[in-house]
């Protein structure tokens, strides 16, 4: 078996795995990342594109945003529209001038991937049959093999970035974990096309149909979702379908200003919130979609785990560099707390837009008057503006 060591072996090579491990890179605290997948795979993952400040500003100290500020998109509203009215949430004006950057969860990995490249990182691509051991304790290690090699990595510290499926989470014994879920029952249907989306700015669509989402990659890449029944199959999707489909639950004059075009990348994305507590057991720590998953209507997936990688990276810089624990010990506890809120705001956007199958005719009242309540009052608005362009660190 070959041996290997680190002071943080960092498990998985998304956006979370690679921002942390950026960041630590930087500080002088050796890493190396562990993905099972192979680069190419990736690098082609399709995920969310709504950045908070919070992640710009992390991207930078990273050193990987200088891309994002020259292709990314700035926004400084978006629009809600109700049957056939709009309204739109301004998000400069109702938070002192912030926004939020349309940037794809895919360039943003690009972006790590390069400059972990060009600072000399450690990762290992394609590493099969990872497994953590001893994290109960002050020396963990991980094994797994890479190139087909058995491989032992002694470490200080393990942080689990390998998502909802990853192994780290599920190396938790079930005696020490708690975990809260729910799952709804819908799903969204999203094509990725190249054509110049139908707004400059995200337009959230709740209509008497189901919800539609008009989002965009770039000012020639549009991504678009409509609600579809949670056992749908792409299959019973045609282009020209979805198309006719998402235009009827758009206002008329936005419907007839939509271009059009084959789509390039089809899929059906379940929506369920998750979390699971605590975040820290011992020597490993649970960051982003391996401890909490919420539906991407509030655009929080992404941006809760770079919350997250702040909070443990904050801990880690004060332990390795100052020996200084306190941000360490409070990791689990700090990161919650942001993260319940985010789950709260993405739940209540899920359940004002979305029309749920079998509702109750009490229950659609409320839910229309909830929105038509938040549209009219500054509070509501200012509430939602605040959440949506990130809670503080």
């Known amino acids: 078996m070959k041996m290997m060591s680190t002071q943080v072996c960092i498990i998985g090579a998304g956006p979370s795995g ?5 960041l630590l890179h930087n500080a002088g605290i050796e890493t190396i990342i562990l993905e099972r997948s192979s680069l190419d795979h990736v690098l082609s993952r399709v995920r969310a594109g709504v950045l908070e400040q919070g992640t710009v500003k992390l991207l930078e100290e990273a050193g990987a945003g200088a891309r994002m500020h020259a292709e990314g ?3 400084d509203g978006f629009a809600i529209t109700c049957e056939n009215d709009t ?3 301004d998000l400069a ?3 002192g001038g912030k926004n939020v950057m349309v940037y794809g969860q895919t360039e943003v990995t690009r972006d790590l991937v390069e400059r972990r490249t060009q600072t000399g990182g450690i990762s290992h691509y394609e590493a099969a049959d990872v497994k953590l051991h001893d994290f109960d ?7 797994c093999h890479i190139n087909g090699e058995a491989v032992r990595i002694d470490c200080r510290f393990i942080a689990g970035c ?3 499926h990853g192994a780290s989470r599920r190396s938790v014994p079930d005696t020490v974990i708690r975990t809260f879920e729910k799952v709804y029952p819908f799903g969204w249907l999203g094509i990725l096309a190249d054509v110049p989306p139908v707004s400059h700015e995200l337009i959230y669509a709740s209509h008497s149909r189901g919800f539609a989402l008009c989002s965009m990659r770039s000012n020639t890449r549009s991504r ?5 029944n949670s056992d749908d199959s792409i299959e019973a999707w045609s282009d020209e379908q979805f198309w006719s489909e998402l235009r009827r639950r758009l206002p008329p004059e936005t419907a007839e200003a939509m271009v059009t075009g084959p789509s390039f990348e089809k899929s059906i994305a379940p929506l369920r919130s998750f979390v699971a507590e605590p975040m820290r057991f011992g020597s490993l720590f649970l960051v982003g979609d391996a401890a909490h998953i919420v539906p991407p209507t509030g655009a929080k997936g992404l941006n809760l785990a770079a919350s997250d990688v702040h909070f443990l990276f904050e801990g880690l810089r004060g ?6 624990t306190a941000l360490l010990d409070a990791y689990s506890e700090r990161a919650l707390a942001r993260v319940w809120k985010a789950v709260r705001f993405s739940w209540w956007m899920t359940t004002m837009l979305h029309r749920f199958p079998n509702q109750a005719p009490f229950d659609a009242r409320i839910t229309e008057t909830e929105l038509a309540y938040t549209l009219a009052s500054e509070a509501m608005k200012t509430a939602l503006a605040e959440n949506y362009i990130g809670l503080p660190y």
């Open 18 to 22: 690679l921002l942390l491990g950026q």
């Open 73 to 75: 998109l700035p926004h």
């Open 87 to 89: 309204h739109r949430i």
């Open 93 to 95: 004006k109702l938070t």
């Open 137 to 143: 304790s002050d020396k963990p290690h991980v094994t």
């Open 162 to 164: 390998d998502g909802f």
């Open 224 to 228: 678009y979702y409509i609600q579809c």
């Open 319 to 324: 332990h390795f560099l100052d020996s200084d």
